[in-house]
């Protein structure tokens, strides 16, 4: 070996003393070290923190809908199914490339620089949910707020809010021995001796409570209306809520998780227990767990069970990546990825017992059949469920339980989302990290400002239209090119090698398989499942306007557009002939890999000894005219 080559491997392997930092290829620092940066405290933090993120409100209100729509417990075969498929394979993808590179979902995607657009795509994605997923969390804690009395103010029709259809007066009549006709109670009469019934279509008093108290909705899309102070309040104790959690980074949201993430589960099996005791509970779980195996040819329940997975797993928001980004470089990621997926669907499968417990109760007070009192998304939290609440005995208790309940679910599912958008930012100008909270608060500021349109009379119809959209089919493009770089472009046997100087051991062969094309498959036919079955947005009886779904689709084109237009930028701003410049914008840059230069050497270490990398390409940041072979290069290290 030449004297000029051992200074360039002692040069690129000592400490990093002076604190200098070499620029990448955009002229940012990139070097600096994991501990400036701010790592998970403890291991258990990461954890909680991706289970928080993934256990989320539609673990409660939208899976056991799915499950009784879709065959009952044989959906739970389609379901694990796709978990193997495409769940696991994608968490273990995400959470490996965050924890290898050290960077949030843009830097992390400098392996293939022609594809940094997915990390912006992921960014502008998590953006846009941040904005109405907190507008959720403000109807969450108004409902919690008001449950603080003795009496829950959507109980009865004696409001002056109701309308005469409140199914309540109905109840009561029916109760007191009395027939309805024409929102009249008449007494010593039958059904059979009076003519000409006027038929009625009742409305319980919870859902006129949501529909003419707490939103006061308008009439459509165009009609914004007045702002509803009382959720403007709710949303600003939302966002001050999400700002103090992520003011230190994961210093501070690693402690809250440790609450948010292990409440709901305490109180998911308090409010379990409380069902199981009502009666007419066990008609509602025959409904969610009865097998109906013939659905299972039905192509429309393998749909649903894979958008399910796909969805509660938070794939493609770029979170995943985010907070793996904090662990330390030898963290089991590959276990982390199986723990946190398997735990994601199994409260999913506990939190429908939970809900279906709750809906036999209410059919059984009712008198409705159990598939008329069901309902998917917030119809279900926030008009069934009140309803439930206000038939039980100490009525308010069990609201603020519930909401409560609903509260962690919801605000750690935020946190997750939200880091991801000031990690991205961070990232790309490391000068502000001294600034965060600065960052924090104008973003913060910002989304609440978004999000004002939809805590107005007609926000409810700019909520749905933005729910409908902003994460739909960008999502499993996003994917679909997640998996494209790693399976073709930087290849699977290089990243896989890159896991395996992290954890100790290469992945299973399945993960390989997976990444490879098998998981790209299954993804592919979610999308154009969905697009077959997809329809434009709507609430209720309200059909949009076409510039409504104008809007909605600009919405899902501003993130996927992301990717091609940062793919013409790369090539632009390269040098050499169109040829030259996209061979260049395939391959990893520079500075790719493990921040710290002992894991740095512990990856390329392995690379050589595969092949994959030459002395030369180990070395570039310190000297480029080492000519030395691998093996040389290994005694040296």
């Not at 009784?68 to 490339?97: C, D, T």
């Amino acid at each position: 070996m030449t004297k000029d080559n051992s200074n360039c491997i002692t040069a690129f392997f000592k400490s990093n003393k002076d604190k200098k930092v070499q620029k990448e290829d955009d002229g940012h620092n990139l070097a600096e070290s994991e501990k400036d940066r701010g790592q998970w405290g403890r291991q258990l933090e990461f954890l909680l923190a991706c289970l928080g993120f993934c256990v989320g409100l539609g673990n409660l209100w939208r899976f056991p809908y799915k499950c009784y729509k879709n065959g009952g417990g044989a959906f739970l075969i389609p379901y694990v199914i796709m978990l193997l498929l495409a769940g696991i394979p994608m968490e273990m993808l995400e959470m490996s490339i965050g924890q290898y590179t050290s960077r949030g979902p843009i830097k992390c995607w400098n392996c293939v620089p022609i594809f940094r657009g997915i990390g912006v795509a992921m960014v502008v994605v998590a953006f846009l949910v941040s904005i109405y997923y907190n507008v959720i969390i403000a109807w969450i804690l108004y409902y919690l707020f008001v449950s603080f009395t003795d009496k829950l103010p959507w109980i009865g029709c004696d409001n002056e809010w109701n309308t005469p259809r409140c199914s309540a007066a109905y109840e009561n009549c029916r109760n007191d021995g009395g027939v309805m006709d024409n929102y009249t109670c008449l007494y010593n009469t039958t059904t059979e001796e009076i003519t000409n019934v006027t038929e009625v279509e009742w409305v319980s008093a919870s859902e006129e409570f949501w529909k003419y108290v707490v939103l006061n909705e308008s009439d459509g899309l165009d009609n914004i209306g007045s702002i509803k102070w009382h959720l403007v309040l709710a949303l600003v104790v939302s966002w001050i809520f999400v700002f103090l959690c992520l003011l230190k980074g994961v210093k501070s949201s690693g402690k809250v998780v440790y609450v948010t993430a292990t409440l709901p589960y305490v109180l998911l099996l308090v409010l379990l227990g409380e069902g199981l005791s009502l009666p007419g509970c066990m008609e509602g779980i025959k409904y969610y767990i009865t097998p109906q195996w013939e659905r299972l040819l039905d192509p429309a329940v393998w749909g649903d069970a894979a958008c399910q997975i796909f969805y509660s797993l938070g794939l493609a928001f770029g979170s995943l990546i985010t907070m793996a980004s904090y662990n330390k470089y030898s963290n089991n990621v590959c276990r982390d990825a199986i723990i946190v997926s398997t735990m994601n669907c199994g409260t999913s499968f506990l939190g429908g017992f939970v809900i279906f417990s709750i809906i036999g109760f209410m059919s059984h007070e009712t008198g409705r059949p159990v598939d008329q009192v069901v309902q998917d998304g917030p119809g279900l939290a926030f008009i069934v469920y009140p309803e439930a609440m206000a038939r039980l005995p100490a009525a308010p208790v069990w609201s603020v339980i519930f909401f409560t309940m609903l509260l962690m679910l919801g605000v750690d599912s935020q946190f997750a989302q939200f880091e991801t958008v000031t990690t991205a930012v961070m990232d790309q100008f490391p000068p502000l990290r001294k600034r965060k909270a600065l960052v924090c608060g104008v973003l913060c500021l910002l989304c609440f400002l978004l999000g004002l349109p939809m805590v107005a009379e007609g926000g409810i119809y700019w909520f749905t239209l933005t729910d409908w959209y902003s994460a739909g089919f960008s999502l499993m493009i996003i994917c679909l090119c997640e998996l494209a770089v790693v399976g073709y472009f930087y290849g699977v046997r290089r990243f896989s090698l890159d896991i395996k100087s992290m954890i100790g051991f290469s992945p299973p062969l399945f993960f390989k398989i997976s990444w490879m094309g098998m998981t790209a498959v299954v993804i592919l036919a979610i999308l154009i499942f969905n697009i077959y079955v997809f329809s434009p947005a709507q609430y209720g009886d309200y059909k949009y306007p076409g510039w409504g779904d104008a809007i909605g689709i600009l919405m899902a084109l501003t993130s996927i557009l992301c990717i091609p237009a940062f793919a013409v930028y790369e090539v632009y701003n390269a040098e050499g002939s169109l040829l030259e410049r996209v061979k260049s914008l395939l391959i990893p840059v520079a500075n790719w890999g493990p921040v710290s230069k002992e894991n740095r050497a512990k990856s390329d270490k392995l690379l050589i000894r595969a092949g994959l990398m030459n002395i030369d390409e180990s070395i570039t940041n310190g000297c480029t005219n080492g000519k030395m072979n691998g093996d040389n290069y290994l005694t040296q290290m």
